[in-house]
């Protein structure tokens, strides 16, 4: 009561209007967030909460369909960061300031009770891709590529340097369907371009 | 400015603390949301924007290493609803109201710039499963199952009828590691159980 009473003799129109700004800036603050990524002295610090952003898709490209020798013998569960989804879903393109988060994962098991396949084990490493024209400005499509596993891949690094442009982003360049992206393997994104709210599935009938 | 004199005239702390409760019911409002499913008529509505939920795994069992005879021939993109999600990160269990969707989606591709695999094609199904004591009382666990695939996978269903107990929990009440569900299969799930924050990932240099 003390403080309603207080309240009451001091309230006026500029206080209302602060309030209801201030609700406004707390209910919009992540989707305003600019950018999910934070790169310091030319090395990107490792992103937290990725596996809370948008899945698109994992491909799988396991040793023993590749004589042993795979380039990437893992599973790669893919994620877009919230504000970049967004743009993608109401335009069809990546903004500047996209991070794209690849999550390795094990071969954990082959044969399972739903039958012979490849089931996820356990975390191996962790890779990202970010579009800017601030930091990667004559890099094709300004996109840089990073990697925050360890040699060995049982730890992560803290900070990652964008590898030499060639080494990623040949295959990048030459194969990947959208900006540099192998949307072509990614059906929440391909699905998703430019469709809005239906992006994120449900809202009809049709399979898309 | 006929506004704000009209509000500085009538503004009381009434006013001051129905904004602050509307401001709290706005900001909470989707962390409140009870239940992310519908069930009418016993039959489950079908769930919208799962693809902006939580991811937590795919298992893949293709034609190709089944005789060609998988039961279940695609990958399966699994995701939990953020409020239950928010609970297994805090208590390492599945809440009462829990529902997980598995998109079903066709191998699109066996090779591409990164090897050879099994890469993701197009959207074929969607199926649910709901914890819930309301509604499945005489189920193991509480839960129940449910496709919205039609049988040629070319489209979806409005509604779903849950399956007969037997015909899905046979398989999960034997072979699922943690209250039925697969976690086993589902690294994110396994990681983030009753860890907090650190679920989301790349909090720690740990690979968890």
Redesign the interface.
């Known amino acids: 009561m003390q403080i309603?009473?207080a309240?009451?003799t001091s309230?006026?129109?500029n206080?209302?209007?602060s309030?209801?700004f201030?609700?406004a800036g707390?209910?919009s603050a992540n989707a305003n967030a600019e950018e999910f990524f934070t790169i310091k002295d030319g090395e990107l610090q490792?992103?937290?909460?990725?596996?809370?952003w948008?899945?698109v898709?994992?491909?799988?490209?396991?040793n023993d369909?590749?004589n042993g020798k795979?380039?990437?013998p893992e599973?790669h569960?893919v994620?877009i960061d919230?504000k970049s989804?967004a743009h993608w879903k109401e335009t069809g393109e990546f903004r500047d300031g996209t991070i794209i988060m690849k999550?390795l994962?094990s071969v954990?098991?082959k044969a399972?009770?739903?039958?012979?396949?490849?089931?996820?084990?356990?975390?191996?490493?962790?890779e990202a891709t970010i579009k800017s024209k601030k930091h990667n400005p004559n890099e094709p499509g300004n996109w840089s590529y990073y990697s925050f596993s360890t040699p060995d891949?049982?730890?992560?690094?803290?900070v990652a340097k964008p590898f030499p442009a060639a080494s990623c982003n040949a295959?990048h360049q030459?194969?990947a369907a959208d900006d540099f992206v192998?949307t072509?393997?990614?059906?929440?994104l391909r699905?998703?371009k430019g469709t809005g709210e239906e992006?994120?599935?449900?809202?009809?009938?049709?399979?898309?």
């Open positions: 309603k009473k309240m009451s309230i006026n129109s206080t209302i209007a309030l209801v201030l609700s707390l209910l490792r992103p937290t909460g990725y596996r809370e948008v899945y898709g994992t491909p799988v490209t396991p369909m590749n795979a380039a990437f599973h569960n994620y919230p989804w999550e994962v954990g098991s399972a009770v739903s039958g012979n396949g490849y089931f996820q084990g356990e975390f191996i490493g962790l891949h049982d730890a992560l690094t803290e295959c030459s194969a192998f072509q393997y990614y059906p929440v699905a998703g992006a994120a599935g449900g809202f009809t009938s049709t399979l898309k």
